[in-house]
């Protein structure tokens, strides 16, 4: 959904007014920029790009509306007749940790108040959708999956004729759940290294031909959909792996080579450096008599 004016194009990207300039100027084409996280001097400004993209897509990219009708125009006529411009902003939502158990299509919990007479001090209240428990069966990874979803979520599913394509075509945004963002790592894996179906190479090339869009190299498909201690985790044990070797254990590790092969003639040198010391010890007059 496009943007209709300036503070709801700055809130769709999440660019801060406080932000450097050369910084702001980045954000247009690459607003996760925008997030402290990946900020220079921060830990995962080391992560790849691609990693980047996909959290600011996760959270910050805009969500289709599920809890409200968005406005399709500018102003709107009040009742009084005075012409008003619209702020078409999103609902805000809450992501309690049972949503990212289950795969709810969208929806979320909302906080909001009730108040029933005018006289009457208004009360909170929250707005939960109606779950239920379903199996799904994934043909990418060959087994069956239960999850918790809501009524919207089927629908999404059947609309999408499946649930692989409904993981896979959905926008993270939308998908909302860590849950769901796993399966489609998993998904995006199996794609990437061809692990589908061992025992069965023709339904595994029917498979690869028939998700062959979705395939992305194997070093992205690992970095997708971690969240960010995930992400902090697998970045620490990248660094280990390349962290260089100090000199001393290169240079004991190459004199344990030298004296594996050339055991013979350092074996040598030793008697012939014990016989010259003995005759040495015959002429020396100082030396001690047994």
């Not at 990418?140 to 692989?164: A, M, P, Q, S, W």
């Not at 796993?182 to 894996?189: D, F, N, P, Q, T």
């Given at each position: 959904?496009?943007?209709?004016?300036?503070?709801?194009?700055?809130?769709?990207?999440?660019?801060?007014?406080?932000?450097?300039?050369?910084?702001?100027?980045?954000?247009?084409?690459?607003p996760?920029?925008?997030m402290k996280?990946?900020?220079?001097?921060?830990?995962?400004?080391?992560?790849?790009?691609?990693?980047?993209?996909?959290?600011?897509?996760?959270?910050?990219?805009?969500?289709?509306?599920v809890?409200?009708?968005?406005?399709?125009a500018?102003?709107?006529?009040?009742?009084?007749?005075?012409v008003?411009?619209?702020?078409?902003?999103p609902?805000?939502?809450?992501?309690?940790?049972?949503?990212?158990?289950?795969?709810?299509g969208?929806?979320?919990?909302?906080?909001?108040?009730?108040?029933?007479?005018?006289?009457?001090?208004?009360?909170?209240?929250?707005?939960v959708?109606?779950l239920?428990?379903?199996?799904?069966?994934?043909?990418?990874?060959?087994?069956?999956?239960?999850?918790?979803?809501?009524k919207?979520?089927?629908?999404?599913?059947?609309?999408?004729?499946?649930?692989?394509?409904?993981?896979?075509?959905?926008?993270?945004?939308?998908?909302?759940?860590?849950?769901?963002?796993?399966?489609?790592?998993?998904?995006?894996?199996?794609?990437?290294?061809?692990?589908?179906?061992p025992?069965?190479?023709?339904k595994?090339?029917?498979?690869?031909?028939?998700?062959?869009?979705?395939?992305?190299?194997?070093?992205?498909?690992?970095?997708?959909?971690?969240?960010?201690?995930?992400?902090?985790?697998?970045?620490?044990i990248?660094?280990?792996?390349?962290?260089?070797?100090?000199?001393?254990?290169?240079?004991?590790?190459?004199?344990?080579e030298?004296?594996?092969?050339?055991?013979?003639?350092?074996?040598?040198?030793?008697?012939?450096k014990?016989?010259?010391?003995?005759?040495?010890?015959?002429?020396?007059?100082?030396?001690?008599?047994e």
């Amino acid at each position: 959904m496009a943007a209709k004016f300036p503070l709801q194009a700055a809130y769709q990207v999440g660019i801060s007014a406080k932000l450097p300039v050369e910084l702001a100027a980045k954000a247009l084409t690459q607003p996760w920029l925008t997030m402290k996280i990946f900020q220079p001097g921060s830990y995962l400004s080391k992560a790849p790009e691609h990693y980047k993209k996909f959290y600011w897509d996760w959270k910050r990219a805009p969500r289709t509306p599920v809890h409200y009708i968005p406005e399709t125009a500018n102003w709107k006529k009040l009742p009084t007749g005075e012409v008003q411009q619209v702020e078409d902003l999103p609902i805000p939502l809450m992501e309690p940790k049972e949503l990212h158990q289950g795969i709810w299509g969208g929806e979320a919990v909302i906080k909001g108040f009730r108040k029933r007479k005018e006289t009457i001090r208004r009360t909170p209240r929250f707005w939960v959708p109606t779950l239920q428990s379903t199996v799904f069966y994934s043909e990418i990874l060959d087994k069956h999956i239960n999850v918790v979803v809501t009524k919207r979520t089927l629908r999404l599913v059947d609309e999408h004729y499946g649930f692989d394509n409904y993981i896979l075509k959905t926008p993270p945004a939308d998908l909302m759940s860590e849950l769901a963002l796993k399966i489609r790592r998993e998904m995006y894996l199996a794609l990437a290294r061809g692990t589908l179906y061992p025992d069965n190479p023709s339904k595994r090339e029917e498979v690869l031909e028939k998700y062959r869009e979705y395939m992305i190299p194997e070093e992205e498909a690992e970095w997708f959909g971690l969240n960010i201690k995930e992400a902090i985790i697998k970045l620490k044990i990248l660094e280990e792996d390349v962290k260089p070797v100090p000199l001393k254990h290169a240079f004991r590790k190459e004199f344990l080579e030298y004296l594996k092969n050339n055991k013979e003639e350092i074996l040598e040198e030793e008697k012939e450096k014990s016989s010259s010391s003995s005759w040495l010890a015959s002429v020396n007059p100082f030396a001690k008599k047994e």
